[in-house]
């Protein structure tokens, strides 16, 4: 089975920086479609950005297009969602999923335990 685990969260100003980073174990991530989700209190889960299992076809969604980047490293099989510009809005439980039937990230078959992100304003 494979594992995620999320990395890099915390408290961060209006307007800061954080890279998140999540990395899988007992299965390499070479043939998976990885993303990123977020789930506020009192929200539904949505999805953030999505990558390719070759890296050249991505998805952001419009609320943070242009702010956040998503990449891969495979070799150390981790997946990474720089955030630029937080606003409090995106203050989240951010989860790290796997899809490996690579539908961009429409079936996640994997889910991390998530990693709190909190913009204060």
């Not at 920086?17 to 990123?36: E, H, I, N, P, Q």
Request: contains cysteine; proline residues 2%; glycine residues 10%.
């Amino acid at each position: 089975q494979l594992q995620l685990v999320e990395s890099g969260g915390g408290l961060v100003q209006s307007g800061g920086s954080l890279r998140l980073s999540c990395v899988a174990s007992r299965f390499t991530l070479d043939f998976y479609a990885m993303g990123w989700f977020r789930q506020a209190p009192g929200k539904e889960r949505e999805k953030v950005s999505c990558i390719s299992s070759h890296g050249d076809n991505l998805y952001y969604a419009d609320s943070v297009k242009g702010r956040f980047t998503i990449s891969r490293d495979d070799a150390t099989s981790t997946v990474y969602l720089q955030m630029n510009s937080l606003k409090p809005e995106d203050t989240a439980l951010y989860y790290c999923a796997a899809d490996p039937l690579e539908t961009m990230c429409r079936d996640i078959r994997n889910w991390g335990q998530g990693t709190q992100v909190t913009v204060s304003s």
